[in-house]
Structures are given as structure tokens and as C-alpha cells.
Nanobody, 128 residues
Framework: QVQLVESGGGLVQPGGSLRLTCTYS????????VGWFRQAPGKEREFVAG??????????SYADSVKGRFTVSRDNARNTVYVQMNSLKPEDTAIYYC???????????????????WGQGTQVTVSS
């Protein structure tokens, strides 16, 4: 089993920045990919970004809506994945989840059903 815990959410003004942290534990050696998803009220959960734990190329992937503003990174020694979120917009308001995939794939999966392990989520609110 794998456990994931998100942190770093909060209230930020438009144009501001936040860094979310996903710390995982348990059978960490089984994790191949960590992804970030978000879900806004009344909307479906959507892919935000993801990264392979290894140095496989391409190692990361982004949704078009966040490309150029969000950066995902990893620290394998700390069993942690980050997403740096810059130039935040009100439409980025959502609960953000990290999730893990224990199998190797050619590309970072963008479908939530591909991820069997999930954290509890952290709220991000972008508002003035």
C-alpha cells in the first residue's frame, strides 16, 4: 500500500503563487508516477500535472490550462513531489489531489482512474 499526503494549500490573490507538496510513504519503491489533479465545485476531477519518479524521458506532463505557470518536480530522497503554481487565476480554485501509479507507462497518465492511490486533498482558493 501507498499513502499520500498533500500540503501547502491556502488562500492567495490572483497573480500570486503557492507550492503544493505531496509526501508519500509505504511501498514507495513501487511508485512509478505521481500526478496532480484538481476538482472545482460542480466540476469533474481534472489532470493538472504529473512526473515520473525515474529520469525517464519525457519525465513530466502538464495540462494545457497550467502549462507555463505550474512546474512539477520531485525529491526522491524525501519521497516528495511538488507543484509550484505561479500566476494563479480564480479559475485555479479547487481541491488539489496527488495520486500515484505503481506501474510503468510510456507517458504520464492523465486519466484519474489510472491512479489507484490518492491523498486527501488540499484546498487552493484564488480570490481578491
Amino acid at each position: 500500500q501507498v499513502q499520500l499526503v498533500e500540503s501547502g494549500g491556502g488562500l492567495v490573490q490572483p497573480g500570486g503563487s503557492l507550492r503544493l507538496t505531496c509526501t508519500y510513504s509505504g511501498r514507495t519503491s513501487s511508485i512509478y508516477t505521481v500526478g496532480w489533479f484538481r476538482q472545482a465545485p460542480g466540476k469533474e476531477r481534472e489532470f493538472v500535472a504529473g512526473i515520473f519518479r525515474s529520469a525517464d524521458f519525457p519525465s513530466s506532463s502538464y495540462a494545457d490550462s497550467v502549462k507555463g505557470r505550474f512546474t512539477v518536480s520531485r525529491d526522491n530522497a524525501r519521497n516528495t513531489v511538488y507543484v509550484q503554481m505561479n500566476s494563479l487565476k480564480p479559475e485555479d480554485t479547487a481541491i488539489y489531489y496527488c495520486a500515484a501509479v505503481p506501474v510503468r507507462t510510456l507517458m504520464v497518465p492523465r486519466i484519474s482512474s489510472s491512479y489507484p492511490y490518492w491523498g486527501q486533498g488540499t484546498q487552493v482558493t484564488v480570490s481578491s
